[in-house]
């Protein structure tokens, strides 16, 4: 079956600085990988997702993730955070092999400091 | 374009009572999801729809947990009786077609708590 773990569970960086969540996966084939951003009070919102073709992933916000087979991992980034980032960053795996079950991680809560 | 409705937003309630939650996809997406959310986890699949059949509802606690999705539209997912264990977010998705490579849109969910 496959699982996600993202290893931090909080991270504080300041306005401006530059962002890395990190998500490592365990999946036998290719996956199918998501990052989602949920704010309080509301529901996820898809960032990116990787499928095949290029490993370096552009999403929306400004945000991009690359996908490591050798390390099996879907790191997302930022060079430069605004305040309004500040959200709970969830990554998930996708099966290959029909339906569509999303696994999801625990989670990183990122706070920004101004 | 409207997205995935769910209601109510918050509920509270007495352990053993019953509960209903509603959903309204995306028009036009065929595929429903109901997640369940608990406090400092990620959400967890409880059951898809393909239209009105189910695709798969392996996590679905059976024996208190029910949901449905008549003519393949709104879904109503209830539990009966509660847990204080069943307090979490229940989370709505809708995706157009149900494949891996598919899109799911959530609802704003409904928190629910269980004393």
């Known amino acids: 079956a496959q699982s996600v773990t993202q290893p931090d569970i909080h991270i504080t960086v300041s306005e401006g600085a530059s962002l890395e969540l990190r998500c490592n996966y365990s999946?036998?084939?290719?996956?199918?990988l998501f990052w989602y951003v949920q704010s309080p009070g509301q529901g996820l919102q898809l960032l990116l997702k990787y499928f095949s073709g290029d490993t370096l992933v552009q999403g929306i916000k400004g945000f991009e993730a690359e996908f490591k087979r050798s390390q099996s991992s879907f790191n997302l980034r930022k060079p430069s955070v605004h305040w309004s980032d500040a959200a709970e960053y969830f990554c998930a795996v996708a099966t290959t092999g029909g339906g569509n079950k999303l696994t999801f991680g625990t989670g990183t809560q990122l706070k920004v400091e101004l | 374009e409207a997205g995935v409705a769910q209601s109510p937003r918050y509920k509270i309630i007495e352990k053993r009572q019953s509960v209903a939650f509603w959903c309204n996809p995306i028009s036009g997406h065929a595929t429903l999801y109901w997640y369940q959310q608990i406090l400092g986890q990620g959400p967890k699949l409880l059951i898809q729809f393909q239209n009105n059949g189910v695709v798969d509802d392996s996590q679905l606690p059976k024996d208190r947990f029910s949901a449905e999705r008549l003519k393949g539209v709104d879904s109503t997912l209830k539990i009966q009786p509660a847990k204080l264990e069943d307090s979490a977010v229940y989370l709505c998705?809708?995706?157009?077609?149900?494949?891996?490579?598919?899109?799911?849109?959530f609802g704003p969910g409904t928190r629910l708590t269980v004393l």
């Open positions: 998705a809708s995706s157009l077609v149900g494949t891996s490579a598919d899109t799911q849109y």
């Open positions: 999946y036998g084939a290719t996956p199918y």
